[in-house]
């Protein structure tokens, strides 16, 4: 079945550093790709997504390719804030007996000290 | 435009109670979802509806837990009896149309349900 792996947290950076987190996926079909982030005492709310091959998404200065070559959706940011913190989730949608199926990964903790 | 809502916010329970959570999604979202989200972990779904129908609860404890979507509106997520191991954050989410993968899931706060 599909399966969505991250990088393990928590990741602790200073404020305006570079931000990786790596996401790589295995799917039967052609899915979408998304990234979710999840502040403190909030929901999860999308933050990113790319549909096809070699797409990118961008948001808040955030960005993600799909890396359709890698099964990868890595997650990059070039100089974070303090308000960045938070736990961020890489998923994957794909068709399940004729319905949209979502999968996530774990997640990763992201701590930006000032 | 609300968002998703969900009541209660947080649960007490001793385990073998039982409890329900609510959940109102985005008005005119066919699908909804409940997710159960352990600590450290992602959320792992419970049950997905398409407008009232159920069209994947393969990870439903079904002994325990049992979810209805009256009229393709709100939900209700029940456990009778719960177990410790129940303990975790419950999420609702919603999405539009029917049966495009790239769909974007909306989600509410959650319910944080402690089991002692």
């Known amino acids: 079945g599909d399966s969505v792996t991250q990088m393990e947290g928590p990741v602790t950076l200073s404020e305006e550093a570079f931000l990786t987190i790596n996401c790589t996926y295995t799917?039967?079909?052609?899915?979408?790709l998304f990234w979710y982030v999840q502040y403190p005492g909030e929901g999860l709310q999308l933050l990113l997504k790319?549909?096809?091959?070699?797409d990118k998404g961008s948001n808040k200065g955030f960005e993600a390719t799909y890396r359709k070559e890698t099964t990868s959706f890595h997650l990059e940011k070039g100089s974070v804030q303090v308000s960045d913190s938070a736990v961020y989730f890489c998923?994957?949608?794909?068709?399940?007996?004729?319905?949209?199926?979502?999968?996530f990964g774990t997640g990763t903790k992201l701590q930006v000290i000032p | 435009e609300a968002g998703v809502a969900q009541s209660p916010r947080y649960k007490i329970i001793e385990k073998r109670q039982s409890v329900a959570f609510w959940c109102n999604p985005i008005?005119?979202?066919?699908?909804l979802y409940w997710y159960q989200q352990i600590l450290g972990q992602g959320p792992k779904l419970l049950i997905q509806?398409?407008?009232?129908?159920?069209?994947?609860d393969s990870q439903l404890p079904k002994d325990r837990f049992s979810a209805e979507r009256l009229k393709g509106v709100d939900s209700t997520l029940k456990i009778q009896p719960a177990k410790l191991e129940d303990s975790a954050v419950y999420l609702c989410?919603?999405?539009?149309?029917?049966?495009?993968?790239?769909?974007?899931?909306?989600f509410g706060p959650g319910t944080r349900l402690t089991v002692l």
């Open positions: 989410a919603s999405s539009t149309r029917k049966g495009l993968v790239s769909n974007e899931q909306f």
């Open positions: 799917a039967t079909g052609y899915p979408s």
């Open positions: 790319a549909t096809k091959a070699d």
């Open positions: 998923a994957l949608s794909d068709y399940s007996g004729g319905y949209q199926k979502v999968t």
């Open positions: 008005s005119g979202h066919a699908t």
């Open positions: 509806f398409q407008n009232n129908g159920v069209v994947d």
